[in-house]
């Protein structure tokens, strides 16, 4: 994972200064292989979220191909983009234009060394504020042989919503990530995924279990619906720092395309991180460093 414009090295509270959060979730089952088609989708859905008052807009991963396992390699070879291209600027000028913190999902990447996995949190002026690549590739799925693995966490100062981790998919999967995130002073962790519904189990459990062990909001933008082989799951979700599941759209059965769902949650956020600070702080600040290296 990569932060081109964040901080690197420890950080710490960034100064949040919003007390109430209205948070909107994009979830959808994207074409393959057709990304100007989803562009246009995207883009409709951060209006549509703006206009309802959401001022953190959180996308799905790889919306602009889509994940479906019988055409991928044509599908990315047809989306792929360098980060700087004509995508990322539509999505910069979307967040101008609706004045929202949007977590873009995550989009194909394409460098000169290959294609990343890349995640784009833009901030009310339009500002690419920082970019994650993933580093767990999902052998399950393949991805190993599409992307490049990133090479460090992601998080960054987002203003008023204090330091801001970006994460995706099977990069949750793992504890350490949550924890390195919230060592380097991260509270709200925004997540694009397309988890499939095999794996709902891990979903509905690692989750609440990194926001509670580490005090932090987790917002979960997840693909859903059959994409020919595989099932994505939805239940894209907001979760608070003690673990507890807020708001949830949809789930799909095997086999299923349901219509998108947009998601608009109001949250308590600093009084649920303050609760957390008091109640659950001894998880994060009261381990044994020494004892966990390898």
Known sequence: MYSNTGRRGPLRNGGIT??????????????????????DAALSHVGWLARRGCELVVLPELWPVGLRPATFRDDLAAGAEPLDGPRTHALSAAAREHGVWLAAGSLPEATPAGVYNTAPLFA??????????????????????????GASLTVCDAGALGTVGVSICFDGDFPEVARAMRRRGAELVVHPSAYERAAETWWDTLYPANALANGQWWVLANQCGDAGGVTYLGGSCVIAPDGAVVAAAGRAAEGERPAPELLVVRLDFTERLQRARCENSALWEQGRRELHQD
């Open 18 to 39: 919003v007390e109430k959060l209205v948070v909107g979730i994009a979830q959808w089952l994207p074409a393959a292989g057709r990304p100007e088609l989803n562009l």
């Open 124 to 149: 009310p002026d339009g500002r690419l504020l920082c970019a994650h690549r993933k580093c767990h590739l999902y052998r399950a799925l393949d991805e190993h042989r599409w992307f490049l693995p």
